[in-house]
């Protein structure tokens, strides 16, 4: 059984924090925001004190500022899809350009095979034509795959035989009669 929800701006009802270790905030800011904030600065600090240690005057700006621009910028709402925040359009993206998707079939009745999906070259299209000449883009070469065009698909066209009538009200009226007689008849 599928279920389907509707969600607009309208119903996004979304709690606030007001004050933080008694500083107050003023109007409030989204607490989904700054739990996505909490979480970025801690994988994004974690990995950095992990690979280069404690940040000097020079390299705090480099620990701090990009997971505080993501957040800002990510938890904007969308131009392009209203329902969604800035940072899950990119994720989605990000996603389609790194592994790919599957392609739904008959409303997700069958699965995809491997050979209907499309290959990353094709996903990239013009974007990767720049990267290539770049250094290092013979690796980025390799991983895009082969030059191929993307996969036909899984058949021919459906090709349909139907024939339209098409019925004026002249005919409408002598079909109606004649369901009229018939229910007559069958009364007497």
Not at 57 to 74: C, D, N, S
Not at 77 to 98: C, F, Q
Not at 120 to 144: D, I, M, Q, S, V
Request: charged share 20%; with cysteine.
């Amino acid at each position: 059984m599928r279920v389907g929800h509707t969600y607009t701006r309208h119903f996004a009802l979304e709690t606030r924090q007001h004050e933080l270790m008694g500083v107050d905030l003023g109007e409030g800011t989204p607490r989904r925001a700054l739990v996505l904030g909490l979480v970025l600065y801690l994988v994004w600090t974690g990995s950095l004190l992990l690979l280069f240690g404690l940040p000097g005057r020079t390299t705090f700006t480099v620990y701090f500022l990009p997971p505080l621009i993501t957040v800002v910028y990510g938890t904007q709402w969308s131009r392009k899809v209203d329902r969604r925040w800035n940072i899950t359009y990119w994720a989605i993206g990000a996603r389609y350009l790194i592994l790919g998707h599957r392609p739904i079939i008959c409303g997700g009745r069958r699965a995809a095979t491997r050979s209907e999906w499309i290959n990353r070259r094709a996903r990239w299209g013009g974007k990767a034509e720049g990267l290539l000449h770049a250094p290092g883009g013979g690796a980025l070469e390799r991983w895009l795959g082969p030059d191929e065009e993307a996969p036909a698909g899984a058949g021919g066209p459906v090709r349909l035989a139907a024939r339209p009538r098409l019925y004026g009200p002249d005919a409408v009226v002598k079909a109606h009669g004649r369901k009229a007689l018939k229910r007559q008849e069958g009364k007497t």
